[in-house]
């Protein structure tokens, strides 16, 4: 029986390691996702949830990790800040994408270090997308329009009343 035993310990951590490799993953996972959004801190005081072809307000909420700067305009954004913003269908009358940013640091250190992502509603209800690379046009779009934002860390915040 001796000779074996290397083996079966070897055996046994290799299947340690690749059961703690799947909840890490699984893990990762989770964090990059922004369902649960809506415990997170709405900040704009009112509900807007307003379907509408035209360009209306939107309800914009921001994770724990953000909320402090984002309420007392206290900035930049620690990292690990998200911020989303709801955009509603018209025709569904449901929440349809959800444009979103984190911050995560030395991602974008010229532009403040958001990153982006779009996620779309899917027909199980659940959001898809991916938090895209600096060199996607998307990180370009977004992030040239936000810089307009830069006294605020490249966050609007004109909805929140304060
Ligand atoms: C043409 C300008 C423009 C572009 C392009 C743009 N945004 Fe915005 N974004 C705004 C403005 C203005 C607001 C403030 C709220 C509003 O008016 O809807 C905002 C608000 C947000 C917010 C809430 C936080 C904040 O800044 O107040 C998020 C999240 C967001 N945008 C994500 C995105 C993502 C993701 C993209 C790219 C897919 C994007 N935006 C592209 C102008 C833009």
Known sequence: MRPKRPILVVLALSALIAVLTAVVAQQALADDSVEGYFSWTRLNPQRNFIPSAHATPKDIYVNDVGAESATSRSFPFPEGSV???????????????????????????DNNDWQYAMFVRQDDGSFAGEWVGTDHEMHAMCSSCHAGAAESDYAFLNYTGN
């Open 83 to 109: 911020l989303v913003k709801e955009v509603v269908d018209e025709a569904s009358l449901s929440v349809a994408m959800l444009p979103s940013m984190r911050k995560v640091a030395g991602f974008d250190p």
